[in-house]
């Protein structure tokens, strides 16, 4: 060996060790959010936070247990702080991680009075406002892999694995499970979730089911970070197996190795063991942080990776092309907003183009703006906005196009009802419910639906939901600050009653649409349309049989035989609770996800539901009528079909 040779290997070595040992110390940055109110390095609030950071770094902090508060000062200056090691980890790494954070953070928010950040190892978290023992959401993070994954129902397959991950996680002490699942013959992923141990189950479950379905499970890889709660999953092994668990199908285990052990075949493995493992390290350095370059970290539905103005506006003269100028064959429905339209673009892809009805009070900016918010929103159960055009006095939007039809097409039509049973119409349901926990969960940016119905719901070819027409408030220039607004956008049987007759709108008006939703999956019958002796729609009927204890006879007689009747009585029952009179009594929509999800949950008892219409015609001052002047959505109530395909 030259002497050449032998002074680039012991570079190499070297440089091995060196990036090991920046491996084992340094945590892995991933993502901090610094809060709007500021405080001065001369404050006292100052000198309290750095007490709060010594003591929670100091030596007698409890790393074993990965969790530690700590508070200092008093009112208003007071500081409360917290660290949360993952849950895998050695006391070691723990303190390593917090150590290195204590000091990090001030660099990263030098002067902020509230602060989460996050790493691979740990998370430290700061506050002026008493965020012990209290679920906080806000601020999440979402972060996906760039590459998508192509397996088939692969969501399901994720949930399944990780909804027992958080039960067991949200009973336990530590607040922490991680375990690795094997599917489709040789794929193994790995999950992990993980609460912050001062809350309390409840609370626990509730965070976590969020945050496992709000997973990017089209991608190969992706976390889900909010300050109470995380949840993560990969296709390789990300945590400390010893302590993690193993599904109930793992890998078979490899074919052990047989045969004599010469002296020379030993040295040769110890050698090329040593030789693989100095690689691995490398490797895994290297890995590591190209890994943390290529992450998408997106704040929560507020990303820079997709939309901007530009790359979503298309010509005029495309989108005339694909659909034959707007040709009478090509209309495909009219929905509340506009007609829409069938059109295949010159690449081949198919699209629905929904021509805006030109009353839209927008500005151009204001426009152009809404829609690149808009489209930025993805996920699995919502239609995707693809483009827009501004051009010739025109606003076109362009959605991905859906090949099945809406929901209410299957639901009221007598000769499809049947395509749905109740496992279907159950994962409906459920698709529907993560869909509106996406709108509702950004923290930044809750957007409130205001017309989900059965003919906003479309589905794939698959029958997995993906609802349409969210974010038209926002493109058509309406108060979304206002919670209180004069111009109701809405549908006739589907409308909360203080969303109809004051005009508030709040998260809990989309409770309620998504519970006469439900009520109509399980029945399959129309709530506006609705008409039995004993009752004049659909909400009182489903209160009655409740009330007189037979909720199975609302069951649509197609299904009633061949359902899982408890599941369907839950989501009676769920259905019940949303569409109660009292806003405040309806729950959050991650709270109904948690009902839906896990049978140990006890539900409320539900209270009369709040109805604004009826469905005879009265002379009330409150007429239906009346009301529906103020809509711009013409409603489908004698039309048992489909009124509005947009965009299909
Ligand atoms: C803190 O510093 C700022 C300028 O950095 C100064 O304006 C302010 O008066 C100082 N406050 C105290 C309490 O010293
Ligand atoms: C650690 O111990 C010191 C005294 O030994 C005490 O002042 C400090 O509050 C303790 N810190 C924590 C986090 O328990
Ligand atoms: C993995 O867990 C085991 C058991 O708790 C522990 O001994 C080991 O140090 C851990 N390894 C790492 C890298 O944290
Ligand atoms: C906060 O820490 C103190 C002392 O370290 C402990 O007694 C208390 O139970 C902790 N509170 C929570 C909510 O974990
Ligand atoms: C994406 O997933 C693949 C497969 O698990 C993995 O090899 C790769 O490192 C991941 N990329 C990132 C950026 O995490």
């Excluded at 990263?108 to 965020?131: A, F, K, T």
């Excluded at 506006?313 to 829409?340: C, H, K, M, P, W």
């Excluded at 459920?430 to 989900?452: E, F, P």
Aim: with cysteine.
């Amino acid at each position: 060996m030259s002497c050449c040779a032998c002074f680039t290997f012991l570079c190499l070595l070297s440089s091995f060790l060196t990036s090991f040992t920046v491996c084992a110390q340094d945590p892995t940055y991933v993502y901090h959010d610094c809060s709007d109110t500021t405080t001065t390095r001369n404050s006292t609030y100052f000198t309290n936070l750095r007490t709060l950071l010594a003591s929670l770094s100091s030596r007698n902090a409890s790393y074993s247990t990965g969790f530690q508060n700590a508070t200092a000062g008093q009112a208003p200056d007071k500081v409360t702080g917290l660290f949360l090691c993952r849950g895998d980890l050695s006391p070691e790494v723990c303190r390593s991680c917090v150590s290195f954070s204590v000091n990090d953070i001030l660099s990263r928010c030098p002067n902020n009075r509230e602060v989460v950040l996050y790493y691979d190892e740990c998370m430290l978290r700061y506050s002026h406002q008493n965020i012990l023992s209290t679920l906080i959401t806000a601020g999440a993070v979402v972060l996906r892999n760039d590459s998508t994954n192509q397996f088939e129902r692969f969501n399901d397959v994720l949930l399944s694995a990780l909804n027992p991950a958080v039960t067991d996680a949200a009973s336990s002490s530590r607040k922490f499970d991680a375990r690795k699942a094997s599917f489709a013959a040789s794929q193994t992923f790995y999950g992990l979730v993980q609460c912050t141990p001062d809350l309390t189950t409840l609370d626990c479950s509730t965070c976590l089911l969020t945050a496992i379905n709000l997973l990017p499970s089209d991608r190969l890889g992706g976390r889900y970070l909010m300050p109470s709660c995380n949840s993560r999953f990969e296709f390789y092994p990300f945590y400390n197996q010893t302590n993690g668990r193993s599904s109930p199908s793992p890998r078979p285990p490899r074919p052990e190795r047989k045969g004599g052990n010469s002296n020379l075949e030993v040295v040769a493995i110890v050698v090329s063991t040593i030789v693989v493992v100095l690689l691995l390290i490398a490797c895994c350095c290297f890995v590591t942080k190209r890994k943390n370059k290529a992450y998408n970290r997106t704040p929560a539905f507020d990303g820079h990776e997709i939309a901007t103005a530009d790359s979503l506006q298309l010509d005029y003269r495309t989108i005339q092309a694909a659909t034959n100028d707007f040709s009478e064959g090509n209309n495909i429905g009219r929905g509340g907003f506009g007609e829409v339209y069938k059109g295949i673009l010159s690449n081949g892809t198919e699209v629905a183009v929904k021509r805006l009805s030109k009353t839209s009070g927008q500005g151009e900016t204001e426009f152009k703006n809404e829609v690149v918010v808009v489209a930025k929103l993805r996920h699995r159960n919502l239609v995707k906005l693809l483009g827009f055009s501004l051009e010739r006095q025109e606003r076109i939007l362009v959605y991905e196009y859906l090949p099945n039809k809406s929901l209410d097409c299957f639901l009221f039509d007598p000769a499809k009802q049947s395509q749905l049973d109740w496992t279907k119409r159950y994962h409906i349901i459920g698709g529907v419910a993560r869909g509106i926990l996406y709108l509702h969960q950004d923290s930044r940016l809750t957007i409130i639906h205001r017309d989900l119905k059965a003919s906003n719901i479309l589905l794939d070819a698959d029958m997995n939901p993906k609802i349409a027409d969210f974010g038209m408030a926002r493109i058509f220039g309406m108060d979304q600050t206002q919670e209180n607004t004069n111009r109701i956008v809405g549908t006739y049987g589907y409308m909360a009653p203080e969303y109809a007759m004051q005009g508030q709108y709040s998260v809990k008006s989309d409770v309620y649409s998504f519970g006469v939703s439900v009520l109509e999956i399980v029945s399959g019958k129309k709530n506006s349309s609705f008409y039995q002796t004993d009752a004049h729609d659909l909400l009182s009927y489903a209160w009655w049989l409740w009330r007189k204890g037979t909720p199975l006879d609302l069951v649509d007689p197609v299904i009633v035989h061949n359902c899982d009747r408890s599941e369907v009585v839950r989501c009676i029952h769920i259905g019940l609770l949303c569409v109660q009179e009292d806003p405040v009594e309806r729950p959050a929509i991650s709270t109904i996800i948690l009902m839906l999800t896990s049978n140990t949950v006890t539900l409320p008892v539900p209270r009369e539901p709040g109805l604004f219409f009826q469905s005879t015609p009265t002379k009330d001052p409150l007429d239906t009528d009346q009301s529906m002047k103020t809509q711009s959505i013409p409603c489908s109530v004698d039309n048992a079909s489909i009124t509005e395909l947009y965009p299909r």
